[in-house]
């Protein structure tokens, strides 16, 4: 039985599911897999700066992450060099865990860990193939070293960016980021039906939930067609506290309104709207791709989140509103002209048939059986 170690970082809920994701599918198909938290495992302190860290900055000084974001992108010295810091800081409990674990292939699922763990490679501190997993739709210049074995991206459009910095073509494969697998079953509900409903609309903002949602649904409230609004507000009490008490002092409201802290039913609540307001986030945006849910956008973190939205606005599959109190207008919109609506949930249809997860999986094969080659050979 072929053993893999999937490294992951908890810098947002995304790198962590892909990883969870990644486990289901191995197990299922034989493999004996573990997940590690790179920077849990490794130092505590450390694990509080870069996780901690990046949720404090994306949500109370996102124009210094965005500011970090884009120096980081082009690597200079001085961004290497602390790289270079951080891979000695995990080398001495990083490197005995692959030696002592034996793993005959490692995943990483988050562009630090990549870097570190490309970076140890290349200092011959094991020989264990690597598959790094792209959890946005353009790649991050911290993602691009030269041990890494391959890469699975989220779309074509990853690739080609890939393939413009430099990265041999031939070891990208665009099969997508993986998702929960009931995400991928046929379970796709018939919505509930109300006469004078106009559709359902998902408004959501991930794990953490968002300032900005309460904006989102104080605009909703104020749409003039009838519609059911569906309110995710994640693990943020104070959010979810926040709506309720919109909701309620709403009294002349007509719309059918559900509020929910956090959930696991996300597929299934996709399934039963017509359109998806949310973070444009790695795994949302795919999800919502598989489920041909069309997004609209009124909120994003700079960086990742800033470049997947572009990303689904130049292929048909999203809306962005730059002003929330516009999601208004924009809904009334949409649901005077559904043809808007059905064209960006085939767009998203098309965009879904290019990912694979069992396709995935054969990879992860190829790359352990190229390395049983390769040590055969070698002795």
């Known amino acids: 039985m072929s053993k893999v170690f999937i490294f992951t970082a908890s810098t947002g809920a995304g790198h962590n599911l892909a990883a969870q994701s990644l486990k289901e599918s191995l197990d299922d198909a034989g493999y004996q897999t573990e997940v590690f938290d790179a920077f849990k495992e490794i130092n505590v ?11 404090q900055m994306v949500m109370s000084v996102p124009k210094l992450y965005e500011q970090m974001y884009n120096q980081f992108n082009s690597m200079n ?46 200092h011959h501190a094991f020989d264990v193939p690597v598959l790094s997993i792209v959890t946005d739709y353009k790649i991050h210049t911290v993602y691009l070293k030269k041990m890494i074995d391959a890469y699975v991206v989220g779309s074509e459009y990853t690739r080609q960016t890939m393939v413009e910095k430099g990265v041999d073509e031939n ?44 904006k989102a649904f104080s605009s909703l409230l104020k749409v003039k067609e009838r519609i059911r609004i569906i309110v995710v507000c994640g693990n943020n009490a104070r959010i979810e506290k926040e709506i309720n008490s919109l909701n309620s002092r709403e009294i002349n409201s007509n719309k059918i309104v559900e509020i929910h802290g956090f959930v696991n039913n996300v597929s299934e609540l996709m399934d039963m709207s017509d359109a998806i307001i949310s973070k444009p986030g790695g795994l949302t945006t795919t999800e919502a791709i598989v489920k041909n849910i069309p997004m609209i956008i009124p909120f994003y973190y700079p960086g990742q989140e800033e470049e997947n939205a572009d990303y689904l ?25 559904k043809y808007i609506i059905k064209r960006m949930s085939e767009n998203m249809s098309e965009e879904a048939q290019n990912r694979s997860m069992t396709k995935t999986i054969e990879l992860c094969q190829s790359l352990i059986e190229k390395q049983d080659h390769k040590e055969k050979i070698s002795r």
């Open 313 to 337: 606005v130049d292929g048909g599959m999203a809306i962005k509103v730059d002003k929330i109190k516009d999601l208004t207008s924009m809904v009334d919109f949409l649901f005077e002209n």
């Open 45 to 55: 302190a450390l694990d509080r700066l870069i996780s901690k860290g990046y949720q």
């Open 171 to 214: 070891i990208i494969f665009p099969y997508g980021i993986p998702i929960r697998q009931t995400f991928l079953e046929n379970n796709h509900l018939e919505k509930k039906e109300t006469a004078d409903v106009a559709g359902t609309i998902l408004l959501m903002a991930g794990s953490l939930g968002s300032k900005q949602m309460e």
């Open 77 to 122: 010295r001085f961004q290497q060099g602390i790289f270079q810091v951080l891979t000695r800081i995990m080398n001495p409990d990083i490197v005995p865990l692959i030696k002592s674990g034996k793993p005959d292939l490692i995943i990483t699922t988050h562009p630090f860990v990549t870097n570190v763990l490309g970076t140890l490679k290349e």
